[in-house]
């Protein structure tokens, strides 16, 4: 699908949030941003929680220096991902996201699909492929709509 001009939108604000990512490697930098009826609810991207050094403070990239393969092993980071704290955000300040839509950079990991599942939100839109395709079966398997765009 080609997406409406509100999901480029959207999308693209995604960009932006990515910006303010702490984590060390540009490449992983990554944004989130919920919305529901034209309103942005929510945004996110990723970063080290509250009180912990990020790998910017750091100098370097943990999951790097460990050789880590992109897509496993996500507990090994420091940061906490985009999609995760959109979430967290909302849940902080009370903010509904049932029936949202999440429009990120990149494709969801599985342990994000899982959040994002439960959370209520219907549907996804990213621009950038992940190495999960678990993450992308436990999505269609609940229902949540997801597609891909350029924006």
């Not at 699908?1 to 702490?22: C, H, I, N, P, Q």
């Not at 990554?30 to 919305?35: C, H, L, R, S």
């Not at 969801?108 to 992940?130: E, H, Q, T, W």
Request: aromatic fraction near 6%; hydrophobic fraction near 35%.
């Amino acid at each position: 699908m080609k997406g409406t001009k509100w999901d480029k939108r959207f999308l693209s604000l995604t960009e932006t949030v990515a910006a303010w990512s702490s984590c060390f490697q540009e490449n992983r930098q990554v944004g989130a941003v919920i919305a529901k009826n034209k309103r942005i609810l929510t945004t996110g991207y990723n970063g080290a929680s509250a009180g912990i050094k990020s790998c910017k403070d750091r100098g370097e990239c943990l999951r790097k220096k460990l050789d880590i393969r992109s897509g496993t092993r996500h507990e090994i980071c420091y940061a906490t991902h985009a999609e995760q704290n959109a979430i967290i955000q909302a849940a902080r300040m009370g903010v509904s996201i049932e029936g949202a839509t999440l429009y990120c950079t990149h494709q969801p990991c599985v342990i994000c699909a899982k959040m994002i599942i439960n959370s209520g939100i219907v549907r996804i839109v990213y621009r950038s492929g992940y190495p999960d395709e678990f993450s992308m079966q436990l999505l269609g398997e609940a229902g949540v709509e997801i597609e891909q765009m350029d924006i």
